[in-house]
């Protein structure tokens, strides 16, 4: 059975730092391509960051280059975002998400590559 787990999520101030944990089950890191996506209320979900399966080939949204970091451990079949400089802007709930449809491919920043997603955890930034 495919589970994602986000883990991480808090109430910060502006400028602060939090790191996030999305931990799978069902499937390997070694094979398929993680993204982390977010969703303030309102908007439509909105991509933050990927990183791939085979050489680990990341890509961030713009609004977040620069401040924040995705990396994995295959071994914990956790994969993390690290945020810093956080912004009001930046609070919104947080998701991870797993492309299972084929092997090695190189991730997506496009919410519609993904089939699989955790519940969320939520970040809020004050002023």
């Known amino acids: 059975q495919v589970q994602l787990v986000e883990r991480g999520g808090e109430s910060v101030h502006s400028g602060g730092s939090l790191r996030l944990s999305c931990t799978v089950s069902?499937?390997?890191?070694?094979?398929?391509?993680i993204g982390w996506f977010r969703q303030a209320p309102g908007p439509e979900r909105e991509a933050v960051s990927c990183i791939s399966s085979l050489n680990g080939t990341t890509y961030y949204a713009d609004f977040v280059k620069g401040r924040f970091t995705i990396s994995k451990d295959n071994a914990e079949n956790t994969v993390y975002l690290q945020m810093n400089s956080l912004k009001p802007e930046d609070t919104a709930v947080y998701y991870c998400?797993?492309?299972?449809?084929?092997?090695?491919?190189?991730?997506?920043?496009?919410?519609?590559?993904?089939?699989?997603w955790g519940r969320g955890t939520q970040v809020s930034v004050s002023a």
């Open positions: 998400a797993a492309d299972l449809r084929e092997r090695f491919k190189v991730c997506s920043l496009s919410r519609w590559s993904y089939g699989y």
């Open positions: 069902g499937f390997t890191l070694d094979y398929y391509s």
